[in-house]
Antibody, heavy 122, light 107 residues
């Protein structure tokens, strides 16, 4: 069973860069899978930020694309997220999640980290 | 982007009731629709994928149906642990998008 754990600063100043790492452990490795970042402002819905494949290819939400960078370190079983020029609107719980393909065809988020709250404030 | 709209936004029900939550997509998504349950302070948990397939380990009190643009999640005989917020999510294309959520509360 795969486990995911987010880590990173809980407080970021406006205009600075938010940086998070997701560490994957368990009987799965980061290779051969898609790994996503999803965020949730307090009391609100879920927003998909983007995903990356272990090969290094990425897809990002156009709503954030110009501010988002994702990378992967397969040797450490980690993938990371950076969001630049943050504002209060970026305050949210950030989740990392694995996107698997059921029956090889149907994408789904079957494993999630516990989430980490990032607050943007001076 | 594909817009996902859930109804109702909130729902009060009693233990033992059967409830149904609806999710509508802004365009045809075939059966590329997943349902998640989220409890306060916890990550979402996958319940149903591909519109009607039950995720391993999830109780059969949950069921899903639909095709195209209209989908439903049904919970038969509610138990206390079912009171939570439910989200639908389309996996037809990128960016992945979620419904706004339906909060199921105890009456």
């Amino acid at each position: 069973q795969v486990q995911l754990q987010e880590s990173g600063p809980g407080l970021v100043k406006p205009s600075e860069t938010l940086s998070l790492i997701c560490t994957v452990s368990g009987d799965d490795s980061i290779s051969g899978n898609y790994w996503s970042w999803i965020r949730q402002p307090a009391g609100k819905g879920l927003e998909w930020i983007g995903r990356m494949h272990s090969s290094g290819s990425t897809n990002q939400n156009p709503s954030l694309k110009s501010r988002v960078t994702m990378s992967v370190d397969t040797s450490k079983n980690q993938f990371s997220l950076k969001v630049t020029s943050v504002t209060a609107a970026d305050t949210a719980v950030y989740y990392c999640a694995r996107e698997d393909y059921a029956s090889g065809s149907y994408p789904l988020f079957d494993s999630w980290g516990q989430g980490t709250l990032v607050t943007v404030s001076s | 982007d594909i817009q996902m709209t859930q109804s109702p936004s909130s729902l009060s029900a009693s233990v033992g009731d059967r409830v149904t939550i609806t999710c509508r997509a802004s365009q045809n998504i075939n059966v590329y629709l997943n349902w998640y349950q989220q409890k306060p302070g916890k990550a979402p948990k996958l319940l149903i994928y591909a519109a009607s397939s039950l995720q391993s380990g999830v109780t059969s009190r949950f069921s899903g149906s639909g095709f195209g643009t209209d989908f439903t999640l049904s919970i038969s005989s509610l138990e206390v642990e079912d009171f939570a917020t439910y989200f639908c999510q389309q996996s037809y294309n990128l960016p992945r998008t979620f419904g706004q959520g339906t909060k199921l509360e105890i009456k």
